[in-house]
């Protein structure tokens, strides 16, 4: 299952970073396996890894956590709704802030890449408790992304592969606001044969 995993997240790097139209990018075929999709055929949550960059008082740290889940959901008016569960403040002793929710995001198709793209605006609510004492606070940034559908050869099984990156801020005094930027790469697998039709 890990081999699984990272092959669906190297294919989705590929897929988002080095893709083009051109035919000679498809003289082996690699692409001819990824499929256009229908949003309502997006399901679930996705497990990967998170990449975190936080910046406090102009010093940046770094930090790699795996087990990460990210959920989505779409909504009647072609916004999405993308939720990084359970998020970690690790500039304060790694607390948990709660769910990171980026709600009603824009989001399109794209046919060539066989993925659903997605960007936008968000705020989102969170909760730190320190010492006995819980504070609430609102995290405003961007969110953007993309997942598409990877076929597993000689199965009815195929991936979704997520990747999202944020970038927010949050003030947690009136002195201090601490600056995230987060790269997050994840997939999970299903049976095609139990979500109804895939759009070829």
């Known amino acids: 299952m890990r081999f699984k995993n990272f092959l669906a997240i ?5 897929a988002t970073i080095a893709f083009t139209s051109c035919e000679d990018d498809n003289e082996d075929g690699k692409y001819d396996d990824i499929l256009h999709i229908d949003p309502q055929d997006v399901h ?7 990449h ?3 910046t406090v008082n102009g010093r940046s740290f770094n930090y790699d956590t795996v087990g990460e889940v990210v959920e989505v959901t779409f909504n009647d008016d072609n916004t999405m709704n993308i939720t990084l569960r359970d ?8 607390y948990n802030c709660g769910d990171l929710v980026a ?9 060539e890449k066989s993925g659903i793209e997605f960007s ?8 730190m408790e320190m010492k006995g004492v819980k504070a609430e606070y609102k995290a405003s940034g961007n969110v953007a ?8 050869d000689d199965t009815s099984d195929y991936y979704q592969a997520i990747s999202v990156q944020h970038e927010f801020d949050l003030p947690v005094s009136p002195n201090m606001t601490v600056s995230f930027k987060t790269d997050y ?10 979500y109804g039709d895939i759009v070829e």
């Open 103 to 111: 709600s009603n995001i824009e989001y399109k198709i794209n046919k």
């Open 185 to 194: 790469q994840g997939s999970n697998i299903f049976n095609s044969s139990h």
């Open 87 to 94: 998020f970690r403040n690790k500039a304060f002793d790694d």
């Open 10 to 14: 190297t294919t989705l790097t590929m």
């Open 145 to 152: 992304g993309i997942i598409i559908f990877i076929k597993i």
């Open 44 to 50: 679930g949550e996705f497990t990967g890894s998170l």
């Open 52 to 54: 975190d960059e936080v």
């Open 120 to 127: 936008g605006d968000f705020t989102s609510p969170l909760t």
